[in-house]
């Protein structure tokens, strides 16, 4: 049913992604398209694989951002510019339009965690719900033609067959810089909502009103490169010992 | 917005259907004429013809019954429900006017109605989605309604010139639709470039606050499903200049022609003259409304691009 549930639901299982930590080595791309092409739904197809133009179904994808201070033209007119890497998967919106728009039912927000899934066995593949999504989450599967998604790792979360550490969204088990964390952000006291109020996590695009579950952790303030670097031998004020008698000698040559 | 064929087709036949069923429905055409015959014939071939078009698109159009379940919430559902129903009374009218030489009343209503509401709901699809700010104008449905009735009219000029109705009262119609279209077009096409973009990098990423945002490295080299579905440019100087070229061949032209094929069915009465000039007023219009369409999708950005610096 493509209605949201007209309740809050009463878990927001979803991700908080930290942009400060984040390296951009795209591990949680490849983890997310190994697990999701063996696991839910149709499998993620690639075309023209092994040629020129290669493309294929992906949940997650990493961007990498050049942020320019105000004011700058071009890097380093005003201050550093920094990179920033950033990973994009399905947001889990509370306020879903990809859902409302879905004329078979096949597109859901579940009413007990809030993932957002799509029923494959109902979706024809018209692509509204794509159009209506503005952060690019959903793709649809050039080979099966059904729209796929980031399920949230549904079939790892709740799956009491693998350890319980295993128990997370492949691309969070798999983030070897720990930038991704995946919890219940209904629950002011579990480690991911904490970590949004301490780091002030923020909503992408609010001014689309999706009211998104996701929420990213900005990168902390830097010290500029030019402030920290050390003038090299330019004096010798700090010396002792052998060090400073060596000074004195070689001043006096 | 890529361009796709089979849903620029979809939109301009079944809004031709519908603009015609819509003058039919009303009874502005005498039911015992052979043109007025032809003219169901051609609305519900038009109005069926695009809905199979707009299947095309689909990854898996044998489940495409499936749509109709959702009318509650999702405008493409309820096009597809009002499309079914108005199907019935204009199949209704055009059995009693084929067979019976009668024009109903009630069930011509009915499928003008229906048929028009469905026009709406096809418009809201694209008016309703908050990622194209181009499309989420309130002139949106306007824009699809005036041009399926300015399509409808100028090919029921065709059918009045053929003896079907009062060349001059389809006639008129077909110019003031056509003007009208045109008018609430380009109020549409200015007002949507003059927007202040909704989302920018910035918001998109939220790293407004530490500076400008610009792409630095897309996730992938290639091109991939939104980039190709969401990313579709068109340059600036050729888009204004194709704007013109629909102008002049679905506005000028055919209003002109529509003119012309009025004057020689008045003056002549029914004969090739009036009916050459209807026909190219038709396909004219038709290329026009095909380039408008086209220009529809090409012309409007996708918020997602935001994050792929388009």
């Not at chain 2, 990854?59 to 019935?88: D, K």
């Not at chain 2, 945002?213 to 050729?238: C, S, W």
């Not at chain 2, 204004?240 to 032209?253: E, H, M, Q, V």
Request: net charge neutral; proline share 5%.
């Amino acid at each position: 049913m493509t209605s949201l549930p007209s309740l809050p639901t009463p878990k927001k299982l979803g991700l908080v992604i930290d942009l400060d930590v984040c390296v951009g080595c795209h591990a949680c791309v490849i983890s997310c398209k190994e697990w999701n092409t063996g696991g839910y739904g149709a499998a993620l197809s690639d075309q023209d694989p092994y040629g020129a133009d290669v493309s294929g179904t992906f949940l997650n994808r990493i961007h990498s951002f050049e942020v320019l201070p105000e004011g700058a033209e071009k890097i380093g007119e005003t201050g550093d510019a920094r990179i920033v890497h950033f990973p994009k998967s399905c947001l889990h919106c509370e306020d879903a339009p990809c859902v409302t728009v879905c004329p078979t039912g096949a597109s859901y927000k579940r009413s007990d965690d809030g993932i957002v899934l799509v029923d494959e066995d109902m979706c024809i593949g018209c692509g509204l719900c794509a159009w209506a999504c503005p952060y690019g989450a959903r793709e649809m599967d050039l080979a099966a033609g059904v729209m796929k998604k980031c399920t949230l790792c549904v079939d790892r979360i709740y799956n009491e067959t693998i350890a319980e550490i295993d128990r997370v969204p492949s691309c969070v088990r798999t983030c070897p810089a720990n930038a991704r964390h995946y919890g219940d952000l209904a629950d002011p006291q579990s480690h991911v909502s904490k970590m949004v109020a301490a780091r002030d996590g923020f909503d992408l695009m609010p001014e689309q009103g999706t009211k998104p579950v996701n929420k990213y952790l900005p990168p902390r303030a830097r010290t500029a490169l030019a402030e920290s670097a050390i003038p090299l031998a330019e004096n010798s004020a700090g010396a002792s010992g052998f060090f400073a008698w060596l000074d004195g000698m070689l001043e006096r040559i | 917005m890529h361009p796709a064929l089979s849903i620029i087709v979809f939109t301009t036949l079944s809004g031709m259907g519908y603009g015609l069923a819509a003058l039919l429905g009303l009874g502005l055409f005498d039911p015992a004429a052979l043109a007025t015959k032809i003219g169901y014939v051609l609305a519900l071939a038009l109005i069926a013809g695009g809905l199979v078009s707009s299947t095309l698109h689909l990854g898996n159009p044998q489940r495409a019954w499936r749509a109709l379940s959702q009318w509650r919430t999702s405008w493409l559902s309820r096009e597809g429900v009002l499309a079914i129903l108005a199907f019935i009374p204009l199949t209704i009218c055009a059995y009693a006017a084929i067979f019976h030489d009668r024009h109903l009343i009630l069930p011509g209503l009915a499928a003008a109605g229906l048929g028009l509401v469905t026009v709406y709901c096809t418009a809201m699809i694209y008016g309703s989605l908050k990622t194209v700010q181009l499309w989420s104008q309130r002139l949106t449905p306007v824009t699809y309604l005036l041009f399926a009735l300015a399509s409808g009219a100028t090919l029921g000029t065709l059918l009045a010139v053929s003896g079907a109705a009062q060349p001059w009262l389809i006639a008129f119609l077909a110019v003031s639709f056509t003007v009208a279209a045109w008018l609430a077009k380009r109020r549409w096409r200015n007002d949507g470039k003059a927007l202040a973009p909704l989302s920018t990098p910035e918001t998109a990423t939220g790293l407004g606050s530490i500076g400008r945002v610009r792409l630095f490295e897309r996730p992938h080299i290639n091109d991939n499903y939104l980039t190709r579905e969401m990313g579709f440019q068109v340059a600036r100087k050729h888009a204004d200049k194709l704007f013109g070229i629909a102008i002049l061949l679905g506005g000028l032209i055919p209003a002109a022609l529509v003119v012309v094929a009025a004057l020689a069915a008045g003056a002549m009465g029914p004969g090739l003259t009036a009916f050459l000039a209807a026909f190219l007023a038709v396909l004219s219009h038709y290329a026009g409304v095909f380039v408008e369409r086209w220009l529809f999708f090409a012309e409007a950005r996708h918020a997602v691009m935001n994050y792929y610096g388009r």
